[in-house]
């Protein structure tokens, strides 16, 4: 068995990219179905439209979000699985705290 001494460059992007507040909560509020950009703006809250914008397209360059042309914002097929794969990571961080209580 090969011992790491690090984590792999792929396990670093994929951390990098949910340890970022805005990124993960704008993957939470997404949905496959495309909602309105003052929709999902309303929907993260504290975060400033041009932030939004900025987290919007890079989360779209990395194919986890698609936009239309009237400005709306959906989750790729991608995207939907990086969502329930926080959801999984939320729900074991919540069962961690309840033992610990």
Same mark, same amino acid.
């Given at each position: #068995? #090969? +011992? &790491?001494?690090? /984590?792999?460059?792929?396990?670093?992007?994929?951390? @990098?990219? $949910?340890?970022?507040? *805005?990124?993960? /909560?704008?993957?939470?509020?997404?949905? %496959? +179905?495309? +909602?309105?950009? #003052?929709?999902?703006?309303?929907? +993260?809250?504290?975060?400033?439209? $041009?932030? /939004?914008?900025?987290?919007? %397209?890079?989360? @779209?360059? /990395?194919?986890?979000v698609i936009s239309t042309s009237?400005?709306?914002?959906? $989750?790729?097929? @991608?995207? &939907?699985?990086?969502? =329930?794969?926080?959801? =999984?990571?939320?729900? *074991?961080g919540n069962r961690v705290i309840?033992? &610990?209580?």
């Amino acid at each position: #068995m #090969m +011992v &790491m001494r690090d /984590l792999n460059i792929g396990t670093k992007v994929g951390l @990098e990219l $949910l340890t970022n507040k *805005w990124n993960a /909560l704008t993957l939470s509020n997404l949905t %496959a +179905v495309p +909602v309105d950009f #003052m929709v999902l703006r309303n929907r +993260v809250r504290g975060i400033s439209t $041009l932030k /939004l914008l900025t987290v919007l %397209a890079k989360l @779209e360059q /990395l194919d986890l979000v698609i936009s239309t042309s009237n400005y709306t914002y959906g $989750l790729t097929d @991608e995207g &939907m699985t990086l969502q =329930h794969d926080l959801a =999984h990571l939320e729900s *074991w961080g919540n069962r961690v705290i309840t033992e &610990m209580g």
